[in-house]
């Protein structure tokens, strides 16, 4: 898919006099040849996997794609070989860096102290550490830093110290001055000059060296209070608690004569320590990263891996522009747009054909999308103005059909009484007159053959529906049918859903979508069958905090059954700032309609017995052998590991959805090619095969985010919550 192009709603907003701040910063930083990438704003979890940046170079163009989409994410520098950065957490740490270290021009004030940066000398290799006495962190090759222009949680923004000075007259890494080795060895010790080798386990030998000395006993009774309150400041700078320094003062006290009371050292720590307690407030709960030698990087239990761009272009002209014109007059993502049309075509051409992928391999055309996304965002007005075009053809039929409608009706109402008076008959003769009775019953044989029928009106669309429900209107109102539904979390998990009824709807769609028969029969309800024949398409929408709900409480099941995996599922980003914009116009999605349209008008195909019969579709040779090289390569990068590492396949966590990426992109191809072509007379072409190939393997990338971030186990959603939160305290 590399040939296909990604179109965002950037291109279609006017030309901007000044670039939007957040990028500006990305840009400025790029500019001086390092790496930026964009994180999560007010935390250090980056929005895409970076470790590849470590040696390769990013163009400039994928930084604006990334500021694009992200537009108010923060900046983090992938920090090069020949960078170091001294990042000082407190104004202490930052006065000891600036007179000990040289003058460097690149300095970056953060929220609690500095940033400082180096180049490191020629063949030098540091290692990224920290020294806590010091409250300094070294940051080296390995690692990223949050750079100018990002905003700390708190509200603080990372800026230059001096800008002219971070401008001039070191443009590049190379310009900076070097931090030696001596320098870094140096950085380590610093805050230990005036400590002894001390234990901190064994308080009677601590000593608070470079404190308040206690004179030697005895002293005048005035002056233990003095001493002991220094002594007390200095025990709590050193960074022990109340119960330490207490143990303390009392071994320094009992050198007194005569020492204090008890309740006048409880008195001194109360108040050394309440002082210092409002003059240090604690920092922020942290997550520290540990450098040891041999550990491997440590893995996210999710993933926050970066959207692949849709293969847009890869749709026919017809349906691309329809796509592109819906996405820019309703504000939504490329992907949203994309998934309501191509689930109003599926409604449209599943009736129509099926298809047939290989010798034995025959199957429906009918396609189930799950769209993770905010409510209110637009996603209903987008399917209205798709599915405009299969409610205006019901209604139009429904306005031309309607007289002849009611005379079947009534013809079949005055049936249904003759053959409930003909009933009544033979019931009261079957004691009576042998041969009246077999005449009757012959009446009745006779009247009953000639049964009226009653054309069905199309009723292609429902929403939120029972189990029984949907068989039924399978059954007996249309056999073609679009569950689009914007609260897929009630429908497949809510409270009233229990497991049996889960277990029995998700049967029930996967029946649908892999054209099997299907009976229903309950006590009080009408028992009904849902022939093989019967199509049904899915287009649903989740919001992501309720489907997790949703996951944690039935899961298991909506993948296990293979719901999930059938499903070609997306979740994209909202596009937060949506001002008033005019519209553009629905030219380019009037002539799909049109097309869509013509499908309609072909009506139900059926056999001599009135029986719905969809036609068969074959791949055209070339089609055929790039279905044929798309399924086994989809199959190798799902079980082979990657050549050289041994690492899993590209797709080895995603095997059920991978099993399933050739089969819709199967039917893909062949919804194409029957609203393109208006008519399922032709064969599916080597463009339709290539549409469904993108499209499909595009959607099982994006399976692969949706496994890495949610969890079908409420135990490993849990510890994804808590791994959550931890980041978000960085």
Not at 82 to 98: H, I, P
Not at 696 to 701: F, I, P, R, V
Request: hydrophobic share 40%; glycine share 6%.
């Amino acid at each position: 898919m590399s040939n296909v192009l990604m179109r965002d709603m950037s291109q279609y907003e006017p030309i901007r006099k000044a670039l939007p701040p957040k990028l500006s910063h990305a840009l400025a930083v790029h500019n001086r040849d390092m790496n930026v990438i964009p994180l999560t704003p007010g935390t250090k979890l980056p929005y895409v996997k970076w470790k590849q940046y470590q040696t390769e170079q990013i163009e400039q163009e994928q930084v604006e794609q990334w500021w694009n989409k992200w537009p108010d994410a923060d900046i983090a520098i992938v920090i090069p070989p020949d960078l170091v950065v001294v990042d000082c957490d407190t104004a202490e740490a930052a006065a000891m860096a600036l007179k000990k270290l040289p003058l460097t021009p690149w300095q970056v004030e953060t929220s609690r102290g500095l940033h400082l940066y180096f180049s490191v000398p020629a063949g030098t290799v540091y290692k990224g550490t920290r020294n806590d006495m010091a409250e300094i962190d070294i940051k080296t090759n390995g690692g990223i830093i949050v750079a100018p222009g990002s905003i700390h949680k708190s509200g603080k923004v990372y800026r230059w110290l001096d800008p002219d000075k971070a401008a001039e007259p070191a443009r590049f890494v190379n310009d900076l001055p070097e931090l030696t080795q001596a320098m870094y060895d140096d950085i380590l010790q610093w805050g230990n000059e005036q400590q002894d080798n001390v234990s901190c386990i064994n308080l009677r030998d601590y000593r608070a060296q470079g404190e308040a000395a206690l004179p030697p006993p005895p002293v005048a009774e005035g002056s233990r209070d003095n001493d002991l309150t220094r002594y007390a400041g200095g025990l709590f700078r050193k960074g022990l608690n109340d119960a330490q320094v207490m143990a303390l003062l009392s071994v320094a006290n009992d050198k007194f004569t005569p020492p204090l009371p008890t309740e006048d050292l409880l008195r001194i720590v109360s108040s050394i320590g309440g002082i210092h307690a409002k003059n240090h407030p604690p920092a922020p709960i942290t997550v520290k990263t540990i450098v040891t030698d041999g550990w491997p990087e440590p893995e996210c239990l999710g993933s926050n891996s970066e959207q692949q761009p849709y293969p847009i272009d890869a749709l026919p002209p017809i349906m691309r522009d329809a796509v592109l014109e819906i996405a820019e007059n309703v504000q939504v993502p490329i992907p949203v747009a994309a998934g309501s049309v191509l689930s109003t075509c599926a409604a449209a051409a599943q009736s129509q054909a099926d298809v047939q992928r290989d010798i034995d391999l025959v199957g429906p055309c009918s396609l189930f999308f799950l769209t993770v996304f905010d409510s209110g965002e637009g996603k209903s007005t987008v399917d209205n103005k798709s599915a405009r075009v299969i409610k205006n053809y019901q209604k139009a039929v429904a306005r031309e059909l309607g007289s002849v409608i009611a005379e079947e009706r009534a013809e079949l109402k005055l049936w249904q009484s003759q053959m409930s008076g003909l009933e009544s008959r033979v019931k009261a003769a079957a004691s009576g007159d042998p041969e009246k009775l077999e005449r009757l019953k012959a009446e009745y044989h006779a009247l009953a053959k000639v049964k009226p029928q009653v054309q069905r009106l199309p009723d292609m669309m429902v929403e939120d529906v029972t189990t029984e429900g949907l068989q039924r209107h399978m059954a007996i109102k249309w056999p073609s049918v679009l569950l689009n539904s914007d609260e897929a979390g009630v429908l497949l998990g809510g409270q009233a859903m229990n497991a049996d009824n889960l277990m029995k709807f998700l049967g029930v769609v996967n029946k649908g979508y892999d054209g099997k028969e299907q009976k229903s029969s309950r006590k009080q309800v009408e028992e009904h069958t849902v022939p093989d024949t019967a199509r049904l398409s899915l287009h649903l929408m989740v919001q992501p905090e309720v489907l997790q709900k949703s996951l944690e409480k039935s899961g298991a099941m909506w993948e296990g059954i293979g719901f999930l995996p059938r499903c070609l599922i997306q979740e994209s980003p909202i596009i937060e700032l949506r001002p008033f914009r005019k519209s553009t116009g629905t030219a380019k999605l009037d002539q799909l309609h049109s097309h869509i349209d013509r499908v309609l008008h072909l009506g139900l195909p059926v056999d001599e017995h009135g029986n719905t019969k969809p036609s068969m579709m074959a791949l055209e040779p070339e089609a055929q052998v790039m279905w044929q090289d798309f399924h086994t390569r989809i199959n190798g990068e799902t079980f082979r590991a990657k050549p050289g590492t041994g690492e899993p396949g590209k797709y080895a966590d995603v095997r059920k959805y991978a099993a399933r990426c050739s089969d819709n992109a199967v039917r893909l191809a062949t919804v194409c090619s029957i609203v393109r072509a208006g008519t399922t007379s032709g064969g599916i072409s080597a463009d339709d095969m290539r549409m469904g190939m993108a499209v499909s393997e595009w959607h099982l990338t994006e399976a692969v985010r949706f496994i890495g971030k949610y969890s079908t186990d409420p135990a490993t959603a849990a510890a994804m919550k808590l791994e959550k939160w931890l980041i978000d305290q960085l």
